[in-house]
C-alpha cells in the first residue's frame, strides 16, 4: 500500500511503471516517488480569475521540471534538481488502478472560466456517458447543450502526443518528422500568443476531479463580479462555502503532516470576499496551520478609473479586501502592479498589460522562485547539498520574516528576471540593481535597520555562461551586502543550482538582451520581435522576500483610505461600507488594525504612535 | 427623469414596454421550467462547453444552472432560489405560478385595465386563499411516534416528481426511516428543529443506483492511514475527539535560531513527547476499558494525526481515523452514544460510544468506513450509489427534497391534498365565493388569480400529454359537485388524492401562495426600466 509506507526508516523508492519514452510537451506524470521522514505537505488553494492563470502558469513550470527531471538525456542539472515535488503533488490511484500525480490544490473559479477544461479532469474519468442512459427517470428527457469550447491547437496537440505515447508503448509509432513539430511549435506559440481567453487555453497539467471549482449560480457576468460587497454572500449561500471545505479537507486528510497552506488570491473583485470567508473558516478549522497568502491583481484591473465615485469604490474595496486578508493570513504579499510593462520589474521583458496571459507568466515566475525554499530536500541542520542550500519550512518562512521584533505581516516581493550573471567586481551592484518590486505602491531607497529579507537565487550563471555552484553564489551575495551601503538587519539565502525552465506555452515576452539560458547579453539580437519558449529554454531566477518600512505607502494608503471615505463623519463611502455588511465596530478595529500596521513599520513608532 | 438628465446615455423603457418586457421575461422563465412539473415532466441533461453533464428534473438545481442575465427574470428566479431555502421544494411551481399571474395580467391590461387595480384583487385573492388553505389542509398528528404512513405518503409524492418509480419508492423508506430516527430526539426536546444535517448523504461512485441504502450509523469517507491497523473491528468502543496528535512546531523556536543542531534536536524530541504523551493517554483508556474481553477501540479525531503517533496507537491495537468531518462529530455522538472530548484530560470510560461493527471499503484511492451496527441510531447516514458523478449528483438532489418533505410535514402537522386538487379547490372558492364580496373592478384582479392557480393542474395535463381543456373542466365539475378530487395523470380522470396518497407539503403551498403575487405585483407597478450601462445594478 502506496499511501502507507510513512515509516522513518522506509527510504526505499516505490516502483512506479515509467513511461520508457518521453512526451515532449506534457511532461510525464508519474515519477518515482521516495518517502522522506521530513517532507511536510502543502495544500496550494488558487481563488480567483487572475490567481488561475498564475496558477496555470506555476503548475506548468513543474510539469516542466517534472519532465525534464525524468529524461535522462537532459541537463544534468534538471535531474539532481533536489526539489521535493511531493510537497505540492499528490499521489492518488484511480478506480481502475491506474496511479496519478497531481497538484495537491483547490481552485475557485467563476462558472464558465475553464474553457474547454472539464472541472473533473480526464485522469478519473471513465469511459464518457452516451447521451442515452438517464438511469434515474424513466420519461421523456431533453438534452440542452452549450456550444462545446474547441480545443485550440495546443490542447490538440496535448492530447494527440498523449495518445501516441499510449501507442507507442504498445510498439506501434507514428512517424512524425522533428521539422514539422517544429513548424507546429512555432503555430502554437504565435496562436497563444493571440488567442488566450481561459486559463486552461495554455495549461498542460492534469488537475484531480476535486481540484476545480466553479463558483456557479450567482446568475452575472464574471466583469460585475469585481467588488468586495458582491462577493460577500458568495461563500455562505447554497452550500459552496460548505463544497469547497469539503474539498480541501480531501487534501488536508491525506497529508501526514501539512506545512501550510499556499494562497494566490485575486483580491480585485469579488473573488477577495470568496477567499477571505475560506481564510477564516481554515483559521477555524486548522488553527495552528500557517497560511502564506499572495494577493495578486492584474494591470488591467487597475485601470480605466473614469469617475470620482468609482475610485472611491475601488479604493475602500482595495482597503477592505487587505484588512480581511491580512488579518487572516500569517504573511501576505501583494503583487501586482499597475504598470507592469513600465515599470522597472520588466526592463528584460516585453509585456502587454492587457494581456493576463503575459503578466500572470512574470508573476508565476517569482512565484515560483520564492516557494522554492519550502520545497528543497533538507539535507540536515549544518550541511549543505551540491544542489540546493537554505530549505526553510513555511512556518520558518513566516517566523523569519514576520515573526522578528516588529511582527510585520506585510511583506514586499521583488524579482530579477532574469537575474543577471554573478561575478566580476563590475557587476556586484546589479544584482541588487535589478530585484525590482512586484509590489504595488511601495517607496524605493528606503533605509531600514530593521528590515529582513529572504533571498532566493537559482540557476544563477557566471559571466562565462557557466552555471555558478551554491557555494560561488554564496560569497558573491555576501561580497555584496558585504560593500552595500544599506544593509539589511538578517537575510536569510537560499540558492538551487537548477534554474526556471520556460515550458512552451509560457508567452514570448522575453527582450532580445536575453539568451538561450536567460543570460544577459551585451548586443541585442537583431529583430525587434520578442522572444519565447522556442528561443529561450531557461533563466536564472533571484527573488526576494522582504519585511521593510518601504511598504509604509501601501499600508498609509489603505489607512488613509479608510479613514477619508468610511471612518469620518459623513465619510462618502460610509453608505457603501454599510452595504457591504460592515457594522461600524468592526470598521474600527479595521482601522485600528492598519494603524497598528503602520506604526510598527515607523521608524520611531512609539512617538508618532497616534490614537485615532 | 432626473437620471436622464444626468445620464443622457441611459435607455428609457416608457411604461407599457417596461410592462412588457416584464411579462416577457416571466413567461420566457416560466416555459423553460414549465416541462419540469410533476411525475410526467422532462428530466433535463446540462451538457456544458467542456462537455460536463448535469442531470436535473429539480427546478431549483435548473435554475442555478442557468446563466440569466435579464434582470426581471434574475428577480423572479431568485424568488424561486429564496422558496427552495426556506421550505424545500416548490421552485418550479413558484415560478410557474408567476409566470402564469403576468400571463393572465397582460390578458387584463390589454382589455385597458390598470395594474394597480389587478394588484389590489391579487391581494384580496392572495388572504383569502391563505385562509382557504388552512380550512382545506389535512392535519397530522403528530403523538409520541410520527404516522409514518402519512410522512411515506408525501416523501413519496415528492420523490416520484424526481426519479423513476420503483427507485423513488425504494427511497421513500430510506428518507422516512432516517428522519424518523431523528425526530425521536426532536419529540422529546421539542423546542429543537429537526437539524437535517445530521442525516449524512455520502456517495460512492460504483454499481447502479439501486444500491442506495440506509446505514443505521455513520459512514465516513475517509479511512485509517496505517497499514497495521484493523480493517475490520466488532465490538468497538468509539472516541470521538478534538485533539491534535501531531507535532507542532511551536511558534516561538522557529528552526534557524538553534545555535547548534544537538540543541534543535532536543527541542523536537522535547515537543515530540508531548504529543506522545496524549497519545498514551489514549491507549491508557483503551487498556482500561478492553482489557480482559476482546472488544476493538476506535478513534475519530477532529485534528491531524501524525504517523508517529498513528503508529504508537496501531501498535496498542487502536484504529484510528483523523480529519473527521466536524459535523461528523455530532453525528457520531448521535450514533454511537457517548460524548465528543476535546482534550486528554477528560478522558473517561463514560464518554466512549458504542458500535458493533466498524470496518473500511476501498474504492480506488477513495476509502470509507463504515460505523454500523450501533446501540441507538439518531443520527444514520443514506449511502447513494451510482455509475458517474451526474447520477449520483440528482439523486443527492431528490433525497435532499424527499427529506426536507418528511421534515416539513412533521413540524407543519398538516399536509395538503395534492395532484391539482388544492389549486382547483381553491379556485372555485375564489370565484363562487370570494369574488361576490368584492367590489368594483378589483373583482377581476381575484378571477386573474383564481385562474393562475389553475396552471398547476394544466401543466400536470400538458405534461401528461392530456388534453388540458378536457381535464380542467372534468375537474372543475367534480369540485362543483363537491368532491375534492385531482388528477389521475395516466387516464386524465379525475381521482380521490387521499385515496392515491398524494399529499403536498403545507409549508411549501402557503410560501408558494405568499411569494408569488408579491414578486408579480411589483413586476406589474414597474413605470419605466432604465437601463444605464452595467453599474446600475451595483449597490452604490
Redesign the interface.
Known sequence: MLQDSFQATSRQPICFQVYPITIRIRRITLVPVYWLAAMREIVTVQVGGFANFIGSHFWNFQDELLGLASDPNNDPVFRNQCLNMDVLYRTGETQQGVLTYTPRLVSVGFQGSLGSMSSRGVLYNESSPGPSDVVTWSGSVSTHASAPHKKNLFLQRLYEEEQESFSMINGTSSGKSDSQREIQDKGIVELLDNHVEFWTDFSKVHYHPQSLYELGGLWMDPQDFDNYGIGKDAFSEGFRGEEICERLRFFVEESDHIQGFQFVVDDSGGFSAVAADLLENIADEYANTPVLLFAVRSPSSQMNLRSRKQTIFRELHDTVSFSRLASFSKLIVPVGLPFLSESKASTFLRIENEKPYHCSAVYAAALHSATLPYRMEPVGPTADSFDVSGAVDINGFVQMLAGQARQNTVAILDAAMPAPALNGKQHEQSLLGNLQPLTPEVSEDVEDLQAVESMIIHGALRSDGRRASISEVKETVNAIYGHAITRPMFCHLSVARCPLPIPLPYPSIFGNLVGQYGELLNSPFVGSSPRGSLEVHSIPMAVRLRSSSAILPFLENRLGNLRRYGLQRGALGAELLRNWGFADDELYDMGEMLSKMVSTMKPHSEISSDSD | MSLRVLNPNAEVLNKSAALHMNINAAKGLQDVLK?NLG???????????????K?T?DGNTL???????NPTA?MI??TA?AQD?ISGDGTTSTVIFIGELMKQSERCIDEGMHPRVLVDGFEIAKRATLQFLEKFKTPVVMGDEPDKEILKMVARTTLRT????S?ADQLTDIVVNAVSALSVLCIRKPEEAIDLFMVELMHM?HK??VDTRLVEGLVLD?GS???DMKRRAENCYILTCNV?L????S?VN???F?SN?EQ?EAMVAAERRQVDEKVRRIIELKNKVCSGNDNNFVVINQK?I???SL?LLARAGIIAL??A??RNMERLVLACGGEAVNSVDDLTPGCLGWAGLVYEHV????KYTFVENVKNPHSCTILIK????H?IA??KD?VRDGLRAVKNTIEDEAVVLGAGAFEVAARQYLVNEVKKTVEGRAQLGVEAFADALLVVPKTLAENAGLDTQDVIIALKGEHDRGNIVGLNQHSGDPIDPLMEGIFDNYSVKRQIINSGPVIASQLLLVDEVIRAG?NM????
Not at chain 2, 411525475?39 to 462537455?51: H, Y
Not at chain 2, 424526481?162 to 418509480?165: D, V
Open positions: 416541462t411525475p410526467k415532466g422532462t428530466i433535463k441533461m446540462l451538457v456544458g462547453g467542456a462537455g460536463d453533464i442531470l428534473k435554475l442555478k444552472e442557468m446563466q440569466i442575465q434574475i428566479a431568485r432560489v431555502d424526481k426519479l423513476y418509480e427507485l461512485r447502479f443506483d475517509h492511514r496505517h497499514p491534535s501531531e507535532y507542532e512546531k511558534e522557529a528552526g534557524f538553534y543542531a534543535r491531524g501524525d504517523p508517529p503508529d483523523r480529519r468531518k466536524r474504492l480506488g484511492e477513495e451510482g455509475p458517474n458523478d447520477t440528482q439523486i431528490a452595467r445594478r451595483k449597490p452604490t
